[in-house]
């Protein structure tokens, strides 16, 4: 049931799993666990040949028919895809770099539907098995890739050590296999200067914080990813409620930041927020940068209830949409650096205006 | 018929004559033409004694009293009013900057109702009387202006030399006595680097440009004052003459700029005009330089048909609500830099808002 370009049917739908906010929705932009797991009996991608590579395949392909999420979901091989292709799933969170970067035989992706499930092949493992949501859902996450990976031992043989759990080509992913991780945004960490501190607090405890777009000061966007590091010696549920745990203390320390930014500096904070939805609704030239640190504040904004008309969804999609390859999907074409800065100002704009006819003016403060 | 304070007569109506925009609004913004005149057999304020200065007051009013252009004018002596009063006349081009700062005897201002015309007496000669009017409409205006001198000779007996004209305290005001300006709004011609090409071909014909604010680059909103010169040897229909020839091959010049700036960067342009748009409507704190800037932005952008629901005269307002004495009075006391940056943006956001809401959305390019 392949469309002829089967990335098409995804670049024409906007990003489903990414609608479902949860209440935290202007701090905690997405969830996503990925599984590691390798076939039993047959040499990691690395040390294979083209032969096991595509006994790989075909066996993951036959697993993967019988995961009822996967029902009519992408199957494509990498090597089929155009460059411009291949950088759309990168952008979409569906393929790693690495990924996208390989045209072996053997290297593949399965996209479900709803984009909230890829499951790479012959990448640095076997499977690399990833769900996705909005917001933070970790636990209701958690239960998804365990449910689907249950699917899939039941026609695949695991790579599997009584004493180390799941073997994989890396030792970092050995035992578990498992890498929850957060997406949060944190500006009022970020102005109040406690990105550092947070981060080092969550490092002492096994986890990783990572700027999204560039580190430290150089975080357009004030996005971060937390996640856990370890994935020997302690279950995947014991990872995913101190993920968790953690996740909430960020929170509610940028909750706390934002209170005191609003109770401090309120006419600095509209101010900060309402220059960034005037120039993105009105702006003609949009670089990268510059279009993330405002969605940054306008996200910011739509959390304190500036706005009526646009939510954190709107917000998501946008993010996904200015990137190089999306942009350069509408367009069908290859556009230089000037085209994609105006491109990307026409899609904030079209996108800012349909949410403000929709519903009523913005609120004033 | 005076209330409590005449001032606050002003401070609560727009000013009316700003609302007469001329064809070109978009590059001319206003006109103004003063006549320098003195009283025959008084010395000159700056030799005249008390007695003198009370008596040319006097004989002033009363010939103001026979003019139908000023009846229900204001009346008020500088020493009689508060400072912010003061700055407000000279924000409003009511008084001059010397005529602000003093509070001797018999120096006083008569406003007409509609403000466009002003009578100072005492300042550097015993009259200086004003005429302004909205856009480039330099015929009418000295009509105007001749008439009330007219009027006014009826009841005063003017310094006159048959071979010098009128006699002025400074030299450089003896003959007409007239000084013709026009205020250009040249966004084109400073972009283009044509500025200082234009004013020196001005100056060698015996005309002044001058920036508004500040000289040079530091031209924030891009306003540009082309006055005559010489005021002996010339009669007064020769320097109107010869300035709106003048005013007309600048104006040309700008059309031609901005053409030249609409074929070859009209993204550029419209990202400028954009967000100049945005700001103005969504920021809560605009310092004064911005925001001139800014409005400069938005009046080009008023001129290429980018918005249905403000105009010139929109803009014109808001330059003189968002001075500082201005903004005072409307507050009703003193207001530090930060409150004034704050005030400026809620004025220039509200009256944004107003204007969208009156009519349908901006056109979308």
Redesign the interface.
């Known amino acids: 049931m392949k469309a002829k370009n089967p990335i098409d049917q995804l670049a024409d739908q906007p990003v489903q799993w990414l609608s479902d906010d949860g209440p935290d929705a202007g701090i905690t932009v997405s969830t996503r666990i990925r599984l590691a797991r390798n076939l039993a009996g047959i040499p990691f991608p690395t040390k294979a040949n083209t032969r096991h590579r595509q006994a790989v395949l075909q066996m993951v392909r036959e697993a993967v028919a019988g995961v009822p999420l996967m029902d009519g979901c992408i199957d494509v091989k990498m090597s089929s895809l155009a460059e411009l292709d291949r950088v759309f799933l990168l952008e979409r969170h569906l393929i790693s770099r690495e990924h996208c970067s390989t045209r072996k035989t053997g290297n593949s992706v399965f996209v479900a539907r709803g984009e909230n499930c890829s499951i790479m092949v012959n990448e640095e493992d076997h499977l690399r098995l990833q769900v996705m949501t909005a917001g933070m859902q970790l636990e209701q996450l958690w239960q998804l890739v365990d449910h689907v990976d249950s699917l899939l031992t039941e026609r695949l043989q695991y790579a599997y050590s009584d004493d180390l759990g799941f073997l994989t080509a890396c030792p970092t992913n050995v035992g578990t296999g498992i890498r929850a991780s957060v997406m949060l945004h944190l500006p009022g960490l970020v102005f109040a200067n406690q990105i550092e501190a947070i981060t080092q607090a969550v490092h002492t405890i096994g986890f990783v914080v990572r700027g999204l777009y560039g580190e430290g000061s150089d975080t357009a966007g004030n996005l971060f990813q937390v996640s856990n590091q370890s994935t020997l010696g302690e279950s995947e549920t014991y990872i995913i409620e101190k993920l968790e745990k953690i996740i909430r203390q960020v929170v509610e320390h940028e909750r706390n930041a934002r209170q005191v930014l609003l109770e401090r500096k309120p ?2 904070l ?2 900060h927020i ?2 960034a ?9 949009l670089e990268s940068s510059e279009a993330l640190r405002q969605l940054s504040a306008l996200r910011l904004g739509i959390d304190l209830n500036m706005f009526s008309s646009i939510d954190a969804h709107t917000i998501n999609e946008l993010m996904v949409m200015i990137q190089p390859g999306h942009l350069q999907k509408i367009h069908n074409r290859t556009l230089d650096e000037n085209e994609r800065d ?1 491109a990307r ?1 026409d899609i904030v ?1 079209g996108r800012l ?1 349909d949410s403000k006819r929709q519903t009523t003016d913005e609120q ?2």
Request: aromatic share 20%.
């Open positions: 006419k600095y509209y101010d309402g220059r939805y005037g120039i993105l609704r009105h702006a003609y030239i105006i100002a704009r205006n004033s403060h």
